[in-house]
């Protein structure tokens, strides 16, 4: 579980990051349902999803062109050009991962953005496969944690 007072100072550095690096807040995109917390940042090319859900939060960045966000651990593999550990990191890392590294990485996808997409959503299916025995066309019950999130 989180600790709720350093998950908010996580994220104060992380919103405090996007601000000082155009990113906006796109309140079309914000609600808020019971306990659930959705937010979008946004600059012309980026977008990051911060979602808190039941004391859970979850961060999805990606690129305004893909359909789709992904876990900041998907894009660090990526980057890296590794598979993605089966343990995913906490979101002090994650937050480490998009203020120092993500921009770079973001560069790089935007040269070929379906190409990119695709690597991303095959290093998730390839963690859901390791770590829960799943294959794409097979049903899963329940998936906590999961890679990235799905507009």
């Known amino acids: 579980m989180i600790d709720i007072s350093n998950a908010r100072l996580t994220l104060r550095v992380l919103e405090g990051w996007l601000t000082a690096n155009d990113f906006r807040q796109n309140f079309s995109q914000r609600k808020q349902v019971t306990s659930d917390d959705y937010t979008e940042w946004v600059t012309t090319a980026l977008c990051i999803e911060i979602k808190v859900d039941g004391g859970q939060i979850f961060l999805g960045i990606g690129l305004r062109a893909m359909a789709n966000t992904f876990h900041p651990d998907e894009w660090e593999a990526w980057s890296e050009g590794v598979p993605l550990p089966l343990q995913l990191s906490d979101l002090g890392h994650q937050v480490d991962f998009i203020t120092r590294y993500w921009l770079r990485a973001a560069e790089r996808a935007g040269a070929d953005v379906t ?19 799943w294959r794409p066309g097979e049903t899963i019950s329940v998936v906590q944690g999961g890679a990235g999130s799905r507009r």
Do not use: K, N, S
């Not at 695709?118 to 025995?133: N, P, Q, S, V, Y």
């Open 115 to 133: 190409a990119a997409e695709r690597a991303l959503e095959a290093i998730g299916l390839d963690w859901l496969e390791r770590r829960f025995g």
